[in-house]
């Protein structure tokens, strides 16, 4: 986990925004966020919480409108903020920060064999390479990530596998490129739960034997308990709360993490209802004052409506942008589904 | 359920698809009963043909053996033309997708209306009274009649999807994965909105999903289902405390816990159906208890039910 606290990518202060027909959106407000090398780091929110708005920009596949007009990005000793070329970008993207799309139907070429697609990757890091070379090299990724008979799979088409057997081909795709990190946009999403278990397990062995970095992006708290080292919360564009994944399970500081993990269904009681999050995310065009999450807060102060809470630093690795950590703050109880986490267990 | 009174009814359903050498049998000869105001669910991965059953009920496909009635009548095959409007209307759908399944080009007045129209002639007055009515069940305001699908979000779509099966005024929904497509926070309102419904109406569902963790929340009843064959049947509780079948075990383990400590102390079942020597104990139906069934031969069976009281 983390021995080492050697940070491989730095955000500080990194500020979005997309201009939409002359209206202007923050999709990120002031995000810092220091990534460790060798670490699972799961970033999680609702959509439109700019989760995925925030890793496009470690690897400049913001879309055209959109832009970073404030902050830095280090990574290698450069700031990935001022770059404005494509040139710049393709030495970064797939080389040294890859990236894995939700759909696995959409991200892989239909025209092309899957085997061809791999090799595309590898050549593009490795321009030397011949092509029986590197259709040996792609053949082991195929077998490293799980496709059994790779030899004969090497030259059918995307149409000619499952989902499940898609994203690990997409997988495969992004570890020919030897990236430091992968950033992975919602990898399962698409997936039974079943294949999710296993795509979970093959990102695991991956990370393991070519030491990489992950960036886990996800909807869906329970998925991340099994593959995060630290968890990262979105809201309205920033990060309201991170920690270890033991510390953001067991013992969440922030009101919206609070409403997160009590909304999920592991946790309902049949013949009652579900804990749900009231009223709906601010918009995201106007200002806003104070914490975004106020105004769905039922455990708001006053003080939440007017001014934006800075960082309260709960442990050394764990920290909440909420008021009610303020010493002044009055004491508020975790709701007690949260408290009952510790005790699930495997049936 | 006091009275356990039966609402549909599925008997040795076999629904196939191609011909001669392409013939890939979807779903073979499933059995099961769905009682009045129960929440009956059908989990199965991709593939399994969990959908091929809903759709066989709503006739989209077409049975090539087996039955299925509904009140006693027979519903699949030829039948006439007024059990075939009776059946439109008491039989409704949702669907998976609230982006794909929403006409792009209509507007919500019209999505949701366009069972009524075709029901019968109706007049514009009552017809906008009844999409109003049917949008503030869901909690949508009825002046979003209007919009158009793009101007709403993912729950908010999934929401007027469940108004347009409410207009009907059905006893029978089958949802076909109704929240895999949501976000974890939608899902909650819209499996209490589900719920909620569910009481005030007796309505009946059919709740067709892969993950199991949901299932737990809202069915009553469970069956499993693999490669067109259920494999076990049984009470929601029951079936989580005391799984026997090993494709139910695997599909337990595959949840996703929000416990990090549990998961990473937790080891993945993964099924293999080479694992059953079915060439000569051929497998059967057996019946744990009242509740609870499980497709196995008699050595297995014998096996399973050791484990459990």
Known sequence: MMNNNEIILSAKDVEVKFDLRGQILTAIREVSLDIYKGETLAIVGESGSGKSVFTKTFNGLLDKNGKVTKG??????????????????????????????????????????????????????????????????????????????PESRFKQYPHEFSGGMRQRVVIAIAIACKPKILICDEPTTALDVTIQAQILNVLKEMKDKYSLTIVFITHDLGVVANVADRIAVMYAGDIIEIGTADEIFF?????????????????????????????????????????????????????DFIQRPPYFQVTDTHKAKTWLLDPRAPKVEKPKGILELQNLTAN | MKDKEVLLDIKNLEVAFGSHKNRFVAVNDVSFQIY?????????????????????????????????????????????????????????????DPMASLN???????????????????????????????????????????????????????????????????????????????????????LNLLDRLQKEKG?????????????????????????????????????????????????????????????????????????????????????????????????EFSEWSKSCV
Not at chain 1, 104 to 115: E, R
Not at chain 2, 203 to 218: P, Q
Not at chain 2, 238 to 253: D, Q, R, V
């Open chain 1, 72 to 149: 830095e990005l280090w990574y290698n000793g450069e700031d990935l903020a001022r770059y404005k070329k494509e040139k710049n970008w393709l030495k970064i993207r797939g080389h040294e920060i890859a990236m894995i799309m939700q759909e696995p139907m959409t991200s892989l070429n239909p025209l092309k064999t899957i085997g061809d697609q791999i090799v595309e990757a590898i050549r593009i890091r490795d321009r030397k390479i011949t092509y029986s070379k590197a259709k040996k090299e792609a053949i082991e990724y195929l077998s490293e990530v799980g496709i059994k008979n």
């Open chain 1, 251 to 303: 013992d969440p500081r922030h009101p919206y993490t609070w409403a997160l993990l009590s909304s999920m269904p592991q946790l309902g009681i049949k013949g009652n209802d579900l804990f749900t999050i009231q009223g709906n995310p601010p918009n995201l065009f106007t200002e806003i004052k104070g914490d975004a999450f106020a105004p769905r807060n039922p455990h708001a102060l006053q003080i």
């Open chain 2, 36 to 96: 009045k105001g129960e929440t009956f669910g059908v989990v199965g991965e991709s593939g399994s043909g969990k959908t091929t059953i809903g759709r066989a009920i709503m006739r989209i496909h077409s049975a090539s053996k087996g039955e299925i009635l509904y009140e006693g009548e027979k519903i699949n095959g030829k039948i006439s033309k007024s059990l075939d409007k009776k059946i439109t209307q008491k039989i409704q759908m949702i669907f998976q």
């Open chain 2, 104 to 190: 792009e080009r209509a507007k919500v007045n019209y999505i949701v209306s366009e069972g009524l129209m075709n029901l019968g002639k109706i007049s514009e007055k009552e017809r906008n009274e009844r999409v109003s009515a049917a949008l503030k069940e869901v909690g949508l305001l009825p002046e979003f009649a209007s919009r158009f699908p793009h101007e709403f979000s993912g729950g908010q779509r999934q929401r007027i999807g469940i108004a347009r099966a409410l207009i009907m005024e059905p006893d029978f929904i089958i949802a076909d994965e109704p929240i895999s497509a949501l976000d974890v926070s939608i899902r909650a309102q819209v």
């Open chain 2, 203 to 299: 309505l009946t569902y059919l709740f067709v999903a892969h993950d199991l963790s949901v299932m737990r929340f809202i069915t009553d009843r469970i069956a499993v289902i693999h490669e067109g064959v259920i494999v076990e049947l049984s009470e929601t509780e029951e079936l989580f405390s005391n799984p026997l079948h090993p494709y139910t075990k695997a599909l337990l383990s595959a949840i996703p816990l929000p416990n990090p400590v549990a998961e990473r102390n937790k080891t993945l079942r993964i099924y293999d159906k080479s694992m059953h020597s079915y060439d000569i104990d051929k497998p059967k139906w057996c019946k744990l208890n009242e509740n609870h069934y499980v497709r196995a031969n008699q050595a």
